[in-house]
């Protein structure tokens, strides 16, 4: 019984992002929103972990077929769970270093060196990015550099965001509990949602140092320079980057919202644990 409420806790917990990835609203609280969706994964998967031990431990000498049945369904999935889990944590932390490593020796061989990190490219299209981690590199072309003084401003708070705050771990962390998570059960809008999340964050710390307009600028630069049609829905990045300069003109949200978010992280968590000692009880 407590391995068929845990199975049923992750399959509901796994599905629930095919319905945030549809309400634009937690877009305005980006952090309890990252919060949500990782808490969300996490607890899924501790589930599907725990679902066959409890399940042994808590079990008397005698059971039923259906009760054998769901036990050996929990195992199975429980165990294909944690070596993707191992396999996939390996794999994508090993490509991602591997990939930045290699990234750097570029930037730093054809780049122009301005400070300890900073790398300018020969290139005519305005773009910036950074490769974070040990060695972290701020990267930008020539035509970035070239952009009023606000808007390069605007670029570099956001790239400096990205570095002082690790969000590559968070996108690592979560692409991890994402691939080991079953085809079935998982959608790649939650990968985006996440993806566009950490961006918004962004864009938050450099309104701070710029204001919403220099960055709003900033944004419509790059993406006209990436050829994006920032009409929503033209296209997955087009999407991305209308609604992140949306983002930047929408009123803060209600403290309550965001106490709700947070609510809900902590009820992802307790929630099962608390049903499997009712039933087992």
Excluded: K
Excluded at 91 to 115: F, K, N
Excluded at 177 to 187: D, F, K, V
Excluded at 237 to 262: C, F, M, N
């Amino acid at each position: 019984m407590i391995a068929a409420l845990l199975l049923l806790c992750a399959a509901a917990l796994l599905t629930a992002p095919r319905l945030l990835a549809r309400i634009e609203r937690l877009r305005t609280s980006p952090r309890a929103a990252l919060l949500v969706w990782q808490s969300l994964s996490l607890s899924a998967v501790l589930c599907l972990l725990t679902a066959a031990p409890l399940a042994l431990v808590h079990h008397g000498p005698l059971w039923s077929t259906p009760e054998i049945v769901v036990l050996v369904v929990a195992a199975v999935a429980g165990l294909g769970v944690l070596v993707r889990l191992l396999v996939n944590g390996h794999d994508v932390g090993t490509r991602i270093r591997a990939a930045r490593a290699q990234h750097r020796q570029l930037v730093d061989l054809v780049g122009r060196h301005e400070g300890d990190h900073t790398r300018v490219l020969p290139s005519q299209r305005p773009s910036a990015y950074c490769l974070p981690g040990a060695g972290s590199r701020l990267v930008l072309t020539e035509a970035a550099q070239a952009l009023p003084d606000d808007q390069l401003a605007a670029v570099v708070a956001h790239e400096e965001a990205h570095l002082r705050w690790r969000h590559d771990l968070v996108l690592e962390f979560f692409t991890v509990l994402h691939t080991a998570t079953p085809r079935l059960l998982r959608t790649d809008a939650a990968l985006r949602e996440v993806a566009l999340l950490v961006e918004v964050l962004a864009d938050r710390a450099a309104r701070e140092e710029v204001g919403e307009v220099a960055l709003g600028h900033a944004l419509v630069s790059l993406a006209e320079a990436a050829g994006s049609d920032l009409t929503p829905g033209a296209s997955p990045g087009a999407g991305a980057a209308a609604a992140r300069i949306r983002l930047l003109a929408a009123d803060d949200p209600a403290p309550w919202q965001t106490w709700v978010l947070y609510g809900i992280c902590v009820a992802a968590f307790v929630t099962p644990p608390v049903l499997a000692v009712m039933v087992g009880v």
